[in-house]
């Protein structure tokens, strides 16, 4: 037997869901139930219809119900004693960059390159990174929401399964919702009159498996709100994009829909201002999660904000010689 590796069971299982498991995903249930099984796997079982909840096939969007009789199959996961995955100085940073923490939450500032979760040829992400820093809670903590890789800012991780079913609602629009608002330079000069994007979004997975957003008839409604914020001449806006729909890649696909692609964007960019941009030091994507409020269980709204860093501060600086 691999001794990277063990079966975590030598035939199948069935969980029974209990009311405080209720309401998330079969998907997010797996890689909780089976702690270091890759997310490929995860959707593999599933796909293959190895996994069955009541007895048939689900998808990976299913939401689980109490009472559901959910079976597993046997699975390789990594030995419980395996080295740590996450360095120590990526640990300090998401320890420091917490922005707030209750017995229900936590608030994290998310650096720019890092993914939320591990896959697709990552060893780890933050959840992973945050389960590692906090090993007492690993079996607790969960995404609540994701934010690509690239980008920066406020990610909320609950720390209780009611925590996150409460939040999972408030982002599909339950009660006064989650207000997310986001910062990005863009190419151009932003005319300030347009402050709305209603485009449809349409997602399409190429042969790579690489995963692109194109506006399209046919796609899902999305609506992206912008205001300008800063004015470099006509070289470059910093512009504040509020999505008030939650689709994949939403922001960077308005924003180049509009004319005005994101600094840094390897996907909807333009070559030519991100080089600029990177040349003077602006080495990231320029999207950055500024804040967020929602309302907590309790009815306290929690209201945090988080700052973009050294690298967008310089650039923004080194811009400002170009006129409001």
Excluded at 61 to 70: H, K
Excluded at 73 to 93: K, M, Y
Excluded at 194 to 203: E, F, I, Q, W
Excluded at 239 to 244: F, G, L, M, S, T
Aim: glycine share 10%; net charge positive.
């Amino acid at each position: 037997m691999n001794t990277d590796a063990c079966v975590i069971s030598s035939s199948v299982q069935t969980d029974q869901i209990s009311d405080d498991q209720a309401g998330q995903r079969i998907d997010n249930y797996l890689l909780t139930r089976l702690k270091g099984a890759p997310r490929t796997l995860i959707y593999r079982i599933l796909r293959k219809g190895e996994v069955r909840v009541n007895k048939g096939r689900v998808k990976p969007e299913y939401r689980l119900q109490a009472g559901d009789l959910v079976r597993i199959p046997p699975v390789r996961l990594p030995e419980a004693d395996a080295p740590a995955l996450v360095g120590q100085g990526i640990l300090n940073a998401l320890q420091e960059g917490i922005l707030y923490e209750d017995k229900g939450l936590i608030v994290v500032n998310k650096p720019p390159g890092l993914a939320v979760h591990g896959g697709s040829g990552l060893q780890f992400g933050v959840i992973e990174a945050m389960r590692q820093l906090l090993p007492a809670e690993a079996q607790l903590l969960e995404l609540v929401h994701r934010l690509d890789r690239d980008t920066s800012g406020c990610l909320m991780i609950a720390r209780r399964r009611s925590m996150l079913r409460h939040l999972h609602a408030a982002l599909r629009g339950e009660g006064k919702g989650v207000d997310k608002r986001y910062l990005a330079l863009v190419r151009g000069r932003w005319p300030s009159h347009l402050k709305k994007v209603h485009a449809p979004l349409l997602k399409n997975n190429l042969r790579s498996g690489e995963r692109m957003v194109e506006v399209n008839p046919e796609g899902k409604e999305s609506l992206t709100e912008f205001r300008v914020v800063q004015r470099f001449g006509d070289v470059a806006t910093l512009v504040e994009a509020r999505p008030i729909t939650g689709r994949t890649h939403q922001i960077r696909v308005h924003a180049r829909h509009a004319g005005h692609p994101i600094a840094g964007d390897p996907k909807y960019g333009d070559d030519d201002f991100s080089r600029m941009i990177r040349d003077m030091g602006g080495k990231r994507l320029f999207l950055h999660a500024a804040s967020l409020e929602c309302e907590l269980p309790g009815g306290e709204r929690l209201s945090v904000r988080a700052e973009p860093g050294e690298v967008w501060d310089r650039t923004l600086q080194g811009l400002s010689g170009g006129g409001q």
